[in-house]
């Protein structure tokens, strides 16, 4: 479980640096090719561990439902977020894993609902889940960076 906690931290510190040293105008822009942008990356991996972990164990989420709803699988960027949206989803990007952290210490995902993923990795429990989230990260990191290689080969 270290270890996860560890690799994942070290995921969001990348897209925090991502989100502090891209251009704002670059972070929302949808390069040719593409569906989605830098910006709807990053708050994707910050709402989809509540889904996987909270929701699939039956809790309250620890983050808003409306930014849930907003960047859950299956949806798409809708304009640019406001200052206040843009705040919270930098914070949510290391006080949620502090969060998820507490709340395996302390034996809060013991119920959970059996999930298949999109890439058909079937999730029994909190443990296959944040293991599943990693992998989920990655490749969303992935995306950005190649968003970031189709936006400089745009200009």
Known sequence: MEKLFDILLKNRKILHDVLHKTPREDLFKIPEGY???IWWNIAHVVVTPQ?????LSGRDFTIEKEL???????????GEP????MEK?????????????????HGR?????EYMTTPKIGLSNATDALAFNVF?????????????KALDRDR
Do not use: M, R
């Open 109 to 113: 995902f013991n119920t959970f609902q």
């Open 82 to 85: 406001s200052k206040n949206e």
């Open 136 to 148: 989920h990260e990655g490749l969303h990191l992935g995306a950005i960076l190649a968003l970031k």
């Open 89 to 105: 989803i930098d914070a949510y990007l290391f006080s949620t894993v502090k969060h998820i952290q507490l709340d395996f210490e």
């Open 35 to 37: 569906n989605n942008n």
């Open 68 to 78: 849930i709803d907003k960047y859950k699988k299956g949806t798409y960027p809708d």
């Open 51 to 55: 889904l996987l972990l909270y929701g």
